[in-house]
T-cell receptor, first 112, second 114 residues
Framework: KQEVTQIPAALSVPEGENLVLNCSFT??????LQWFRQDPGKGLTSLLL?????REQTSGRLNASLDKSSGRSTLYIAASQPGDSATYLC???????????FGGGTRLMVKP | SAVISQKPSRDICQRGTSLTIQCQVD?????MFWYRQQPGQSLTLIAT?????????ESGFVIDKFPISRPNLTFSTLTVSNMSPEDSSIYLC???????????FGAGTRLSVL
């Protein structure tokens, strides 16, 4: 059974810092990996999608990498802003069963 | 990408009542999913709803408590039955894009049970 773990569970940084969020998964037989953003009490916004054949994806200040063989992904946020404050969720799509498995999330606070 | 409308966006309900959540997609999709996110937790899949067949429920979720309808390829409902305070959560529907195994999510329904 696929398990997804995100570290750290919470992170507080001053504005302007570059930061890295980590995601690990136990079964490398994945179709893709997605990073989502969730604001308090709201639904999910997809940030980046990495197919299993890719190593990274970039969107603006965000860069996500994937090392499938070691079961790891990182989300890099450059020059963080208070508006980046949210919970970031990583989810992997398994090859079998059309199942999307979520990590527990990292709650990010960027202080002005 | 699919555009998903979910209603209601939030509700406050009394113990013992039921609430039906609607999910409307702007295009025809085969697979729709319902998730629950309890306070401070990540998302957990409740069930997969395919048009023309019974929903498939994950371990820990049963049809009597969470009946699902899927009358066509653009619409689904999830009912939370006989609610208790433990059902207070965000409920999200999602759809799968046929290419790339990508899921898109609705904005969620924030349910509080008193």
């Amino acid at each position: 059974k696929q398990e997804v773990t995100q570290i750290p569970a919470a992170l507080s940084v001053p504005e302007g810092e570059n930061l890295v969020l980590n995601c690990s998964f136990t079964d490398s037989a994945i179709y893709n990996l997605q990073w989502f953003r969730q604001d308090p009490g709201k639904g999910l916004t997809s940030l980046l999608l990495i197919q299993s054949s890719q190593r990274e994806q970039t969107s603006g200040r965000l860069n996500a990498s994937l090392d499938k063989s070691s079961g790891r992904s990182t989300l890099y946020i450059a020059a963080s802003q208070p508006g980046d404050s949210a919970t970031y969720l990583c989810a992997v799509y398994n090859n079998a069963g059309n199942m999307l498995t979520f990590g527990g999330g990292t709650r990010l606070m960027v202080k002005p | 990408s699919a555009v998903i409308s979910q209603k209601p966006s939030r509700d406050i309900c009394q113990r013992g009542t039921s609430l039906t959540i609607q999910c409307q997609v702007d295009s025809q999709v085969t697979m729709m999913f319902w998730y629950r996110q309890q306070p401070g937790q990540s998302l957990t899949l409740i069930a997969t709803a395919n048009q023309g067949s019974e929903a498939t429920y994950e371990s820990g979720f049963v049809i009597d408590k969470f009946p699902i309808s899927r009358p066509n390829l653009t619409f689904s409902t999830l009912t939370v039955s006989n609610m208790s305070p433990e059902d207070s959560s965000i409920y999200l529907c999602s759809v799968e894009e046929p290419r790339g195994n990508i899921q898109y999510f609705g904005a969620g329904t924030r349910l509080s049970v008193l």
